[in-house]
């Protein structure tokens, strides 16, 4: 590995004294990293959040003594909860990956991937899987680091290559969820709170590499979001997908009702009410199951260990590794922290390539009553895992799929 | 069955192997006195590298349960400084390393420490969130809340019986950074007799890993004094392996060669400064002497007189609205100074092996709302929130140009004449942190490249 690792920080190219959010009309936070010879290691996005009232007044809590109101953040998803959608892009504005519905892919991925101990101490990205410690978030310039949720920036060490062999620089946007999404609670319902990002920077290590001008072909990883309404207790949707190497497939709900309001939390994880049968169709097939899932045994208000979490839980890691998350899988974890349940499937057991859905149609029937208390209609979050190859050379770039 | 025999891991499968012969050895120390003791290492076969250093403690003038372990290192910070010799070279000499075990122990996962580590050294991760999310300690561990005046201590507890001690058993791996080193070999045998190899511990003061319960009946109770705390019946458990011939002739071939056996280590040394006290905002800079070291990393701990009642002094403070840059070489390693807190979090977190802290709310910062602490408000308390709120708050950075390299050597930064300059800013903050208008203390713990040559039965350490 050739160069020292070096320390940066980047700031945004737009900026407001005001802050960044919806309120202060600057929503979209963009960054540039620049064509040089440098393979970033490692990103990471911090900031300063304050939360203001609706009558203009920053309010929370200083330094934890005095309490003013008691907004929630997003305990799942944590602070990648703030975002709605991020897109990398090349300078030249091809989309090399774009997330949709940050806060929902986050949700899943930290309750799926973390234990319940882990998500205690996350305490730079605030997931914080608790009941309890949610209802302390009443924040006035507090920092945040995270680590956001892209494939392109969790695939190894040696894939953002910013020189003109690999990307010749990137674009990255960050696009900010309505307040309504970002807090709940009694409080905020009330004071109508609203979130000012300052001080927003990217940091993290980047190394010197030497510029072969021969361009490469860079397999990373991505997710792709998709978002359907179920109306029906007997639902079935189909999308067309355009991905090849597709290795999970996960998906959770939310009513949509739900979606942008201050009274509930965009991050809940709620299964479908009296979910009875999940099938996974490809093409008209069903697989990688050639049989409908079953609840066996059902799900209960305790949360029981059933199949369908079982393989939810399996779509984004190895099935030998379920012992490392607070997907709901006995009572215990429901106590604390709330339902962490959604469907997915896996189409690899190896790591390997998984399976192209280019030329087929992705489908699924779910058989349920919709939401919990009948809240419907029932948004449905899909995110696809796949992998993914870019060709790059001299700053054209060129996407599989 | 001796006490040490109890701590034996049993021998591995790897080991049992034709050919290869492991003897277990319980060394008692040559020296031992009430501040230090001194195993001298047999100059025979191969040491593994998972050896271990047992000891008792227990206080003379407490009653049972009014003294206990610091929550984090527990009794790892009993060793105050730890010196690793081949004859009369040192290959590590560590002071103030009761700081290093609690970072170490802050990067090891919450299960790893409740379901291990919590037995073999006294430290106890319990710490859970209330109702009203705050953090307090288990009332399950924290026992001294019973609403009388008496203290009925913690979990980890130091026996007040001299015949029934609290028993510590700490693996050298966690002291000494060349027993992780997964290239690092030991071949005693080959070692001329003014070589043997010798290990010296120099025991720590009480008031730096000791915690005492309090007697008062109100909330956020003083701890009592601390009582004496008396080390005794150190012993060395060691397992020599014995490898076939073949094997060990490859050995002799390479210590009889022009280069000998070498191994590349990282080496973990101590420099400390000063930061006098101050009311207003304050900006100190302190230069570091490491010319021609090679550098990996660095970590600072942040010290003051007033020990936490939680951690004792196995602990680094942060500091209200602390910021820090650091020049090497004339360079500003960071092109504008390091404020945020979650700048700072991640710096530590991507030098850690495992790339995670696992620290609770209120355990890293004095001042995000979020980490609120509790202070104990049961009858019996104990301390106020701002002695655990944000004590587990170490400055790191790393500066290896491959974090996956085993091999150290050329794999930092080689410092030049200019000695390494630490820039650090804060200011005083009534609600943060009271006592930040008190004077800090600086401990740099800077991990260097090192190599350790045997040759023809010399060594030879680099400096």
């Known amino acids: 590995m050739s160069g020292n690792r070096q320390y940066f920080i980047i700031k945004p190219l737009n900026s407001s004294p005001d802050g960044f959010g919806h309120n202060s009309g600057l929503s979209q936070i963009k960054f540039s990293l620049s064509n040089q010879n440098k393979t970033v290691e490692s990103l990471r996005v911090v900031g300063t959040l304050y939360s203001t009232n609706g009558a203009g007044d920053e309010s929370g809590k200083v330094n934890g003594v005095t309490e003013t109101y008691d907004y929630n953040t997003p305990r799942k998803a944590g602070l990648n909860g703030l975002f709605s959608s991020v897109t990398i892009s090349s300078k030249q504005g091809s989309v090399i990956e774009r997330v949709n519905n940050l806060h929902r892919l986050s949700a899943s991925i930290n309750t799926c991937l973390n234990t319940q101990n882990d998500m205690d101490c996350d305490l730079m990205g605030w997931a914080v899987n608790r009941v309890s410690v949610v209802q302390k978030l009443g924040l006035v310039g507090q920092p945040f680091m995270l680590n956001l949720p892209m494939g392109l920036l969790n695939s190894g060490m040696d894939v953002l290559d910013l020189s003109d062999s690999g990307f010749a620089g990137l674009s990255l946007t960050l696009a900010l969820n309505t307040d309504q999404t970002i807090y709940s609670g009694d409080d905020a319902d009330d004071n109508k709170p609203y979130v000012l990002l300052k001080d927003v920077a990217l940091v993290g290590v980047w190394r010197d590499i030497v510029d072969n001008s021969k361009g490469r072909i860079i397999p990373f990883n991505t997710y792709s979001s998709f978002f359907n309404v179920l109306n029906s207790s007997n639902e079935s949707v189909s999308t067309t997908l355009g991905l090849s190497n597709v290795t999970g497939m996960f998906g959770n709900f939310l009513a949509t009702a739900s979606a942008s309001n201050y009274t509930t939390e965009c991050d809940n994880l709620d299964q479908l009410n009296n979910l009875a049968k999940v099938g996974f169709g490809k093409g008209g097939r069903m697989r990688p199951n050639s049989y409908r899932l079953t609840p066996v045994p059902r799900p209960d208000d305790a949360g029981t260990q059933n199949q369908i979490l079982r393989q939810y839980n399996s779509s984004l890691k190895p099935f030998n590794d379920l012992r490392h998350s607070c997907v709901n899988l006995n009572s215990s974890v429901l106590a604390n922290n709330g339902r962490n349940e959604g469907i997915g499937c896996r189409y690899t057991t190896t790591g390997g390539a998984g399976e192209s859905f280019q030329n087929s149609v992705f489908q699924i029937t779910l058989e349920s009553d919709l939401g919990v208390d009948t809240s419907v209609p029932t948004g449905f979050y899909s995110f696809f895992v796949s992998q993914n190859v870019v060709g790059v050379r001299a700053g054209q770039v060129a996407v599989e799929s | ?463």
């Not at chain 2, 000499?93 to 379901?115: H, T």
């Not at chain 2, 009534?430 to 190599?451: C, G, K, M, V």
Request: with cysteine; aromatic share 10%.
């Open chain 2, 1 to 463: 069955m001796t006490e040490s025999e109890r701590f034996l891991d049993p021998l591995s499968n790897i080991d049992i192997i034709d050919g290869i012969d492991v003897t277990t050895t319980i060394l008692d120390p040559v020296v031992s006195n009430t501040s230090s003791c001194r195993f001298n290492i047999e100059s025979r076969a191969f040491l593994q590298k998972d050896a271990r250093l047992s000891f008792n403690l227990h206080s003379e003038d407490a009653d049972e349960g009014e003294v206990a372990l610091n929550s984090i290192s527990g009794g790892m910070g009993a060793i105050q400084r730890i010196v690793l010799r081949l004859g009369t070279k040192v290959i590590h000499d560590i002071d103030y390393v009761g700081y290093v075990s609690a970072r170490r122990e802050c990067e090891k996962s919450l299960e790893r420490r409740s379901g291990r580590e919590m037995f073999r050294y006294g430290s106890n991760p319990y710490w859970v969130y209330n109702s009203d999310g705050e953090l307090e300690p288990s009332s399950t561990e924290y026992k001294n809340m019973d609403g009388d005046n008496d203290p009925s201590g913690f979990r980890m507890y130091i026996s007040d019986d001299a015949d029934q001690p609290t028993q510590i058993c700490v693996p050298l791996s966690q002291l000494l950074p060349i027993f992780r080193n997964a290239l690092a070999s030991f071949p005693l045998y080959a070692l001329k007799n003014e070589y043997q190899m010798n290990l010296e511990v120099f025991w720590a003061d009480p008031e730096e890993f000791c915690i005492v319960a309090s007697i008062d009946a109100g909330i956020n109770g003083d701890p009592e004094a601390m009582p004496d705390i008396t080390i005794s019946s150190p012993q060395l458990v060691l397992n020599y392996v014995t490898y076939p011939d073949n094997i060990t002739a490859l050995y002799d071939k390479q210590i009889s060669s022009k280069e000998g056996y070498v191994v590349y280590y990282t080496d973990t040394i101590h420099t400390e400064s000063h930061i006098p006290a101050s009311t207003v905002s304050n900006t100190t800079m302190h230069r570091i002497q490491m010319s021609g070291h090679e550098l990996q990393k660095l970590n600072v701990s942040v010290r003051q007189n007033h020990r936490s009642r939680w951690y004792a002094r196995a602990c680094s403070k942060d500091m209200p609205s602390k910021k820090f840059n650091i020049r090497i070489n004339d360079s500003p390693i960071f092109s504008e100074d390091v404020e945020n807190q979650g700048w700072q979090y991640w710096l530590w977190q991507n030098s850690s092996d495992t790339q995670r802290l696992y620290l609770k709310n209120g355990q890293f910062s004095t001042q995000l709302n979020k980490v609120q602490s509790e202070n104990v408000v049961q009858d019996n308390g104990l301390g106020h929130s701002y002695d655990l709120q944000g004590n587990l708050n170490w400055i790191v950075v790393d500066f290896r140009k491959d974090q996956r390299n085993p091999i150290s050597f050329g794999n930092g930064v080689r410092v030049g004449l200019n000695p390494i300059e630490f820039q650090l800013s804060y200011a005083y903050d009534a609600t943060a942190d009271p006592r930040s208008n008190s004077h800090y203390q600086l401990h740099f713990h800077s991990e260097i490249s090192r190599i350790l040559q045997i040759q023809g039965g010399n060594v030879d350490v680099s400096f």
